[in-house]
């Protein structure tokens, strides 16, 4: 029973239920962005993509509470970052989580961004997002599904000159 | 080089190759579907039922498989497409011939994710192309870059079946011809067990540990009722709707209430219904032409909305500025749940309410994908598959139809789909959240359990073993060899114990042991040319 981190700015999607939710063996899922949780539609929506399991979105202040008052040894929890900062946040705020996966990052319009995996588009902030994230002794995946290979981010951001 | 295609086969193939995939991807025909591919090829190369019998077990392994998310599978349709053509050159008997190609079909169908890999790469450089023809605000250039979009896709598929057809199907022969007898009964073997990753996948992705008991109702009605499986189907669907209609449902009701309670100026539309039904259609041929990893279905939502944002913006600046809006990432599932929004936010740019329009995209677009996937990928098509897959390989076309038909139904209901989504506006958000998703998806998941707690023993009956035990025995002072059937005896236990058994393997090692499919398929593979060259399966 653990914390699984996953990272990805569809949020709750098709790849995160039908894959992300089996394989973690997750009974809880947790949004946690400032952003998401100020927006009504999503606050109410986002629950009913999760295919019954509790879904609560939140902001990361609030995340780290709920997370607080939760026992890893007894629940495993899937907690949805939207973006790097926000996954590194959760981590300064204390989240222990067992890995870390980064299932997809769209490019955002007007940033600088190098697509380091098709899926996957990064800044410099973000590269130094996750670096920071990887200095605190973790290692990010890029995975979409259990069926990608476990590469090392961090490592990838730097052969393409991010970091 | 004799014995081989001429360019004309191979000219045919390659362009039902190109069609295949475009009919997929644009208005989801399952003209894709390999039993569908190998009737067609199996048809053109004059061996029709080998054409069934290879794309029948590819259908089989293909179950629950879906590119969810945009995420590579193996590419069984063209292993069909190529494996059928192979095999029907050989001088080989018919279930000889079929094991051939089905030793083609799978390394082909693995090596073309490397294309479809490919192919996803590289329409990210007509996203890219369509964004500068949106900063030029050139309309037609915008139109180009979606629609041939579909470039990258169809060749990845056409050229290399054009050329393994053309060139590869002669020297190939000298290899199919030659198959030594053990590995020609191993590859038979596999091709029995190798359905069984299909229902392994497949299981993985649906609520077994929670809803075992639905799994053993299925199990039960065809093992020991023998309920024929519509039978089985019929069942299920009646009694997952009783338990679910049992079942309390919590509401979050309230809270949307005022988040939906925005408030609309009625003002006069200058979209026409003309508009809207171009958008529709737009929308509903060729939303993923251009999918590509970067942004998706972004381009085809984009052009697909075009219409309806040059009558809100009839100043070229805005309408641009709106197209460019739109070029952001999104993906939902294409026909399920995919033209509700689309219609909803058609209705959400006409009331000039961009910004809820867009925050509606980006929430929905996940649990509508959650739905779609569950209610297609693990519950409809699967269904169909079964059905289509054992009629195939009794050789009858009927389950080449029953595929065509399911993506024609799909198809057609895009369109109500779309009105009611136009119709609901933001009140979509509402009807989200009645629980009406959960609760459809729940029904859709524990009805497939049930289903394939009697289409696995079904489907997996040849699983058995040909062993026998045979022991000395006395009878009436004279020394008798009684034989025992292995098989027999296992049939005392449980019925299809061995089927079973080897499911909920591929299951385990799936599910616990985090194994790949590749991994699996390739177990599943060496352990049935083995077993079946030593004649155990």
């Known amino acids: 029973m653990a914390f699984f981190l996953h990272i990805d700015n569809r949020l709750i999607h098709g790849q995160v239920t039908v894959t992300w939710c089996s394989y973690y063996g997750a009974k809880r899922i947790i949004v946690a962005d400032d952003k998401v949780a100020a927006d009504p539609i999503q606050r109410i929506v986002l629950p009913q993509a999760a295919r019954g399991l509790p879904t609560s979105v939140v902001t990361i202040a609030d995340g780290l509470k709920l997370l607080s008052s939760m026992d890893p040894a007894h629940e495993n929890v899937l907690i949805i970052a939207r973006n790097a900062q926000g996954a590194l946040a959760l981590m300064e705020g204390g989240l222990k989580p067992k890995s870390i996966n980064v299932g997809n990052q769209a490019p955002v319009q007007g940033t600088k961004y190098v697509m380091v995996l098709p899926w996957i588009a990064v800044t410099r902030e973000d590269a130094e997002a996750f670096k920071a994230i990887g200095d605190m002794g973790y290692k990010i995946t890029p995975q979409r599904s259990g069926s990608d290979r476990a590469l090392d981010l961090v490592e990838l951001l730097r052969k393409k000159g991010l970091l | 080089m004799a014995n081989g295609y001429g360019i004309g086969i191979a000219l045919i193939l390659a362009i039902w190759s190109y069609i295949q995939i475009i009919a997929l991807l644009g208005p989801a025909w399952l003209l894709s579907d390999p039993v569908v591919s190998g009737l067609f090829v199996g048809a ?70 490397q294309l479809d890999v490919l192919s996803r790469s590289l329409t990210t450089v007509f996203i890219h192309g369509a964004d500068r023809a949106v900063e030029k605000q050139d309309d037609a250039a915008f139109s180009g870059w979606h629609l041939w979009g579909q470039l990258p896709w169809g060749l990845s598929r056409a050229i290399p079946v054009f050329f393994a057809v053309w060139l590869g199907s002669g020297p190939i022969q000298v290899l199919i011809n030659n198959i030594p007898a053990w590995l020609t009964r191993g590859l038979g073997t596999m091709g029995h067990i190798l359905p069984a ?117 009839p100043k070229k600046d805005e309408y641009f500025a709106a197209l460019k809006r739109h070029m952001v990432f999104y993906n939902t599932h294409p026909f399920v749940g995919g033209p509700v929004i689309f219609g909803a936010d058609c209705a959400l740019e006409e009331k000039r309410q961009p910004a809820v329009g867009d925050s509606l995209k980006v929430s929905l677009m996940g649990p509508f994908a959650a739905i779609g996937d569950t209610v297609n990928g693990i519950l409809v098509r699967p269904i169909f598959a079964v059905f289509a897959g054992s009629l195939a390989l009794r050789g009858s076309v009927g389950g080449a139809w029953l595929m065509l038909l399911l993506g024609f139904i799909w198809f057609y209901q895009e369109f109500p789909e779309f009105w009611l989504g136009y119709k609901q506006g933001l009140g979509l958000v509402r009807q989200v959240s009645s629980g009406a998703i959960t609760r459809i998806v729940d029904i859709a998941s524990t009805a497939a359990l049930f289903i394939m707690g009697g289409f696995i023993p079904s489907i997996l009956a040849g699983v058995k073993t040909p062993l026998e035990i045979t022991k000395h025995v006395m009878i009436e002072g004279k020394d008798v060899v009684q034989s025992v059937k292995i098989q027999d005896t296992f049939d005392k236990i449980l019925p299809y114990m061995l089927p079973l058994a080897l499911v909920f393997c591929v299951y385990w090692l799936l599910k616990k042991k985090h194994w790949t499919n590749l991994q699996v398929l390739l177990l599943l593979a060496a352990a049935g040319i083995i077993l079946g060259a030593f004649k155990i399966l």
Not at chain 2, 49 to 76: H, K, N, R, V
Not at chain 2, 214 to 231: D, E, I, K, S, T
């Open chain 2, 44 to 113: 053109v190369v004059g061996n029709i039922p080998l054409g069934l019998g290879i794309g029948g077990t590819l259908e089989l392994m293909s179950l629950g498989l879906w590119s969810y998310g945009g995420a590579t599978i193996p590419d069984y349709t063209t292993g069909a497409i190529v494996g059928t053509a192979f095999a029907a050159l050989s001088k080989l008997a018919p279930t000889e011939a079929m094991a051939a190609g089905l030793a083609v079909a799978v390394p082909v169908s693995l090596f073309m994710t």
């Open chain 2, 197 to 313: 990753l299909g229902f392994g996948i497949l299981l993985t992705f649906l609520p077994i540990e929670k809803w075992w008991s639905f799994f053993v109702l299925g199990f039960v009605m065809f093992a020991y009722l023998n309920v024929p499986l519509v039978g089985i189907a019929l069942a299920a669907l009646a009694v997952v709707i009783i338990y679910f209609s049992l079942k309390p449902v919590q509401t979050g009701e309230q809270q949307a209430e005022e988040a939906t309670a925005a408030k609309v100026e009625e003002t006069k539309s200058p979209v026409t219904h003309g508009d809207l039904v171009k958008a529709m259609w737009r929308h509903n041929l060729t939303l993923q032409l251009s999918w590509n990893y970067e942004r998706m279905q972004a381009l085809g939502y984009a052009w697909s909305i075009a219409p309806i944002l040059k009558k809100v913006f």
